[in-house]
């Protein structure tokens, strides 16, 4: 299980985020909607403690999720990343493997086959040289997938997966994440699309700096709670 508490974050005077708690049960792939500047990245910050929180605690199966960042794989938007930095895809997936190996050893014949399996399932082992900033954006999202798969973490957070990628990358995604899903794998998803997309989550969590709703895709995506986020209800439909 892991559990959020009156999660509350300020930044220069002003709240961020507003006492949020949930709890999600493993195996669970979850989607974290809300309008811009709602606090959908800062909550994952603050429960990665990348950024401080004002109240609140994370745990995952009831210890401090600060405590087993070997667990958790984060996984940041795409703009976020220098692209220029020059390194293989190779390598970058192969980061995933450094809180096990340690920083300055060698890695194991175990983890370089952790990484080629990792870039097999995500369909680039044949761009396991080329230098990431050559990839496409739905490339580039796959490599960071794939690094995430090598960490072999519990908990994987994705900001944002979907911008920016096609819609083969986006298949392959929903693919892994359902297979993770099997493993008893924890993900968290922010996402921008109120489409179709949102039938692939087993439950959403609709932020405005609060929590608005959480639960199935039913019961959250409402004209209330829509309005309530956004400030007007698009006219959505769910069937």
Wanted: a positive charge; proline letters at 3%.
């Amino acid at each position: 299980m892991l559990e959020v508490e009156n999660l509350s974050v300020r930044y220069r005077g002003n709240e961020a985020l507003e006492k949020v708690s949930f709890a999600i049960a493993t195996g669970q792939l979850v989607g974290v909607i809300g309008p811009n500047g709602a606090g959908k990245s800062t909550m994952l910050k603050a429960m990665l403690g990348l950024v401080a929180n004002s109240t609140g605690w994370v745990k995952f199966c009831g210890k401090p999720l600060k405590q087993q960042r070997g667990k958790v794989a984060y996984i940041p938007q795409r703009s976020h990343i220098d692209w220029d930095y020059p390194t293989t895809v190779w390598n970058v997936v192969m980061m995933g493997r450094t809180l096990k190996t340690g920083l300055f050893r060698g890695y194991s014949r175990q983890s370089k086959e952790l990484v080629e399996a990792a870039l097999e399932r995500v369909g680039i082992w044949n761009l396991r040289d080329r230098q990431i900033g050559q990839l496409s954006g739905g490339q580039q999202q796959r490599v960071f997938l794939a690094r995430a798969l090598a960490q072999e973490a519990d908990i994987l957070f994705f900001d944002e997966p979907f911008t920016g990628v096609d819609i083969k990358t986006e298949e392959i995604i929903f693919e892994i994440f359902s297979k993770l899903k099997l493993e008893n794998k924890t993900l968290l998803v922010i996402s921008h699309d109120l489409g179709d997309t949102l039938r692939h989550y087993d439950q959403l969590i609709l932020l405005n700096k609060y929590l608005v709703a959480l639960g199935s895709r039913e019961e959250v995506i409402t004209p209330g709670n829509i309005q309530k986020a956004y400030g007007h209800n698009f006219g959505l439909a769910i069937s």
